[in-house]
Structures are given as C-alpha cells and as structure tokens.
C-alpha cells in the first residue's frame, strides 16, 4: 500500500513541479501538469484496483520519452526531472502491494 502512496506523492509532486521550479518551456509546464494529475488520480484508485498501477508504469514510461516528443529534450532542468520521476514512478507502479517478496527459509530440525 505505502507504494501506492509514494505514487500519489510523486503525481502530486509532479503537478506542481513546474510552477516551484520556474520552467521556461511550454510544453514541459503542460505535460508535467497533466500527467502529474494522471498519476496522482491513478494512484488513488489503484489502491482499490491495484490492476489500474500499470497506467502508471505507462504514464512513467511517457515521462521517459517526453523530451524527446514533446522538443524540450535540450532543457536540462526539466528533462532530467522528467527521466528521474519517470523512473521512481514506474518503480513505485510495480511493486506489489503485498507483504515483503523475501521470506526466511525455515531449515529441516536434523534428528
């Protein structure tokens, strides 16, 4: 569960990134603006549809390639910005929201 709120931190961060950090360009302002809102939104009702976390990894995965797509790519604030939460986002999205994937190995008592 706590992944699914490190999701919703890092859309809402991500929604108001552009304003805190003063970005000269356009279309970063823009992007960041709705896919932080898509993220945080998904990530809210993913906590009852864990199903609906891969839109984040999708979502994540465009914040990978938008520089590059959108021509803000020679902007170096907002490009690493965007690759930086890209990732954290599409690593928060796939992680289980189960107990630990490490469990302790019991040993066999020997008589």
Do not use: K
């Amino acid at each position: 569960m706590w992944a699914r709120w490190l999701s919703f931190v890092l859309g809402v961060w991500l929604f108001v990134a552009p304003l805190v950090l003063n970005y000269a360009e356009r279309a970063a302002r823009f992007n960041e603006i709705l896919v932080g809102l898509a993220v945080a939104i998904v990530s809210l009702v993913a906590a009852s549809l864990p199903a609906l976390r891969f839109v984040n990894v999708a979502l994540g995965g465009w914040l990978l390639l938008a520089p590059l797509m959108l021509g803000y790519g020679d902007s170096t604030l907002p490009t690493a910005h965007d690759i930086i939460l890209g990732v954290l986002i599409i690593c928060a999205s796939v992680m289980s929201s189960q107990g630990p994937a490490v469990r302790t190995l019991h040993r066999p008592v020997q008589p």
